[in-house]
């Protein structure tokens, strides 16, 4: 089978269950690639938090912040509200910033988040990620954004509507009314953009080499292992990874390195058309998909 026809093959799959998605498997060491639409651009959600922890960790290392600093973060207040992580406590925690950096990265804590946005806003993310090399991807605002959409306006049981209203109302041109949704106002990029990000943090040429090992592993200690991971993970490859998630979307980006010293960066952008907030067989695809693309690569 031709690379084209696999590739018409998986996007078939992926419309079968309900998917529309942006894929792009690239081997590290070669630069060959093998994708499924790379360059539709898509909001990254909590993808946003990788370049997130680039900025903070490398302002460290140029002594513009104390990793050790202390910072105050209060529970559940209106600009992180939600969970995982420190927005769940119930009481005013301190926490050193480069913790704060484990906790955004690795448990996709919210409100970790925000709390370097604070220090290291958007406007400055997106400027450091350019200072890389690094185009096609737009850091707009905070994650606190994420939780203010209308599936925070509904009752429990009826957060279908918010999911149905996600599907519906997206435009031609990608745009939304839901702001998080719009490319031209969340923040966003392509799968391609992410591939090159996660192969400067595996292959630096810009970024300082200490500070992309740091983030290798951060993601490495990825706890959210339910999309991709269970195709890329075994005795013998490690995946190191990023989840992002909002309404409809699902997205997951990563490397898996091999024994034998073979690296790729996987990234699967998706949205889905079915109004359901729990849906594992969508994220099951995702992990087939991307590992057919992984493994006609590895031929």
Do not use: C
């Not at 290392?61 to 969970?83: H, N």
């Not at 509904?154 to 998080?180: C, K, S, Y």
């Not at 024994?259 to 952008?269: E, I």
């Amino acid at each position: 089978m031709s690379d084209d026809a696999l590739v018409n093959e998986l996007r078939e799959e992926l419309d079968d269950g309900g998917l529309r998605g942006s894929f792009l498997v690239r081997d590290l060491r070669t630069g060959d690639e093998i994708g499924i639409d790379p360059d539709v651009e898509f909001p990254l959600a909590s993808l946003v938090k990788v370049p997130l922890a680039i900025a903070t960790l490398e302002r460290v290392r140029v002594g513009e912040l104390d990793g050790a600093e202390q910072v105050l973060v209060r529970p559940g207040a209106p600009e992180s509200p939600g969970p995982p992580g420190l927005s769940r406590f119930r009481h005013a925690a301190s926490v050193a910033v480069e913790d704060l950096v484990y906790l955004s990265t690795s448990i996709s804590d919210g409100a970790a988040a925000d709390a370097l946005f604070a220090l290291t806003p958007p406007a400055e993310v997106g400027r450091r990620l350019r200072d890389l090399g690094v185009r096609g991807i737009a850091v707009r605002h905070p994650i606190s954004d994420l939780t203010d959409t209308p599936a925070e306006r509904f009752d429990p049981d009826e957060v279908h509507l918010a999911h149905t209203l996600a599907i519906g109302a997206r435009t031609a041109g990608r745009g939304h009314p839901v702001p998080q949704l719009d490319v031209s106002r969340a923040s966003s990029g392509t799968a391609r953009a992410v591939a090159d990000l996660f192969q400067e943090l595996w292959t630096p040429t810009r970024i300082d080499p200490g500070v992309a090992a740091r983030v290798r592993d951060l993601l490495a200690h990825n706890v959210l292992r339910q999309r991709l991971a269970p195709d890329f993970t075994s005795d013998s490859s490690t995946w190191s990874s990023k989840t992002g998630t909002l309404l409809n979307l699902r997205h997951e980006a990563g490397v898996v390195r091999h024994d034998d010293g073979r690296a790729f960066a996987v990234v699967a952008l998706t949205e889905s058309r079915v109004a359901a907030s729990a849906q594992p067989e969508a994220e099951a695809l995702m992990g087939r998909v991307a590992r057919a693309l992984r493994d006609r690569l590895r031929l």
